[in-house]
C-alpha cells in the first residue's frame, strides 16, 4: 500500500516531479532530468531523484511505444557515449559515465512491461516483493487458493521425478505428465498478462483523465494481486521446466 504520507495517486508528468535547474555552463534553463544542455549542448550530472520516466520525458502511464523508445533510447546512447568525452573535464567524463549508467539502468525497467509496472508501483509507494506474508512464509510461497490441489499434484510429480533419476529410471507417462502441466501453467500465465494489460489500460486512463482517489488504489491493488500471482506461477512453470532438462 502508498507509504504513510505519500499521495495517493501520482498525476504529475515526469518532467514535472523532479526539481529543475540551470546549466553549469551557460547558466539556461535545464529541464529536471535532462541530460545535456540544449542552449549549449553541454553535459549535465544526473538530477538527484531522477526517476526512469523522467529520463525518457514520459508521463507515469504503463502502456508505451516501444519503438520509440528504443530509438530515443540510441539517439540519447549517442549522445551520451563516453567516447564523445575522452577530451572533456574531468566532471564532464564522470556525468558521461553517470548519465549512460542511468540510461542503460532505464530502458532496461522500461522496456519489460513487468518491470515497468512493478517500478512504477515502487514510485507509488508500494513494495510488492518485499517482506513476509503473515505466517512468515516469503510471499513468493503462497499458493494461490485456486491452483492448491494442482500444485500438491505438481509437487508429488516432481518428487517421483526426482526419485527416478536418483535411481536412473524413466518414466514416459510421468514425463507427459508434466508436460502437460506445464501447458496448463503457461496457459494461466497467459491468461495473468491478458488481465493485466487490461488493468494497465485502466491506469492509463486515469492518468489521462487526471482522476485519482479510490479508483487508483483500487487498481493498484488489483495489479499487484495478479503480479503476486504471475510470480508464482512463473516460478512452477520454472521448476517444470528444470525437471524435464535435467
Keep these: 500500500m ?3 504520507g505519500a499521495a495517493p495517486f501520482a498525476m504529475q508528468t515526469a518532467e514535472s516531479q523532479s526539481v529543475n535547474a540551470a546549466c553549469w555552463s551557460c547558466g ?8 545535456w544542455c540544449d542552449a549549449c549542448g553541454k553535459i549535465q550530472a544526473p538530477s538527484e531523484g531522477v526517476d526512469y520516466f523522467t529520463v525518457f520525458g514520459l508521463p507515469r502511464k504503463l502502456l508505451i511505444d516501444l519503438t520509440a523508445l528504443e530509438r530515443n533510447f540510441y539517439r540519447m546512447s549517442r549522445k551520451l557515449h563516453p567516447d ?5 573535464s574531468p566532471d564532464e567524463r564522470q556525468w558521461s559515465l553517470d548519465q549512460t549508467s542511468l540510461l542503460n539502468d532505464a530502458y532496461r525497467t522500461m522496456k519489460n512491461p ?6 512504477l508501483l ?5 513494495e510488492i516483493e518485499a517482506g513476509r506474508s503473515e505466517d512468515g512464509k516469503p510471499k513468493d510461497s503462497r499458493v494461490p487458493p485456486d491452483l492448491l490441489e494442482e500444485v500438491f499434484e505438481l509437487n508429488m510429480q516432481l518428487e517421483e521425478m526426482r526419485m527416478n533419476r536418483k535411481m536412473g529410471e524413466d518414466d514416459p507417462q510421468l514425463r507427459a505428465d508434466l508436460e502437460k502441466a506445464r501447458t496448463q501453467f503457461e496457459s494461466q500465465l497467459a491468461a495473468v498478462d491478458t488481465s493485466l494489460e487490461s488493468l494497465w489500460t485502466r491506469w492509463d486512463e486515469i492518468v489521462e483523465n487526471a482522476s ?3 479508483e487508483a488504489n483500487k487498481i ?13 506461477i512463473r516460478n512452477l512453470v520454472r521448476d517444470v521446466n528444470e525437471a524435464l532438462e535435467n
Excluded at 28 to 35: D, E, I, N, Q, R
Excluded at 114 to 119: N, P
Excluded at 122 to 126: D, H, P, S
Design 2 to 4: 502508498p507509504a504513510a
Design 28 to 35: 539556461c534553463f535545464v529541464p529536471a532530468g535532462k541530460p
Design 84 to 88: 564523445l568525452y575522452a577530451q572533456a
Design 114 to 119: 513487468i518491470a515497468r509496472t512493478e517500478y
Design 122 to 126: 515502487r514510485l507509488e509507494g508500494v
Design 212 to 214: 485519482a482517489g479510490a
Design 220 to 232: 493498484k491493488g488489483e495489479i499487484i494481486a495478479l503480479l503476486d500471482r504471475r510470480r508464482y
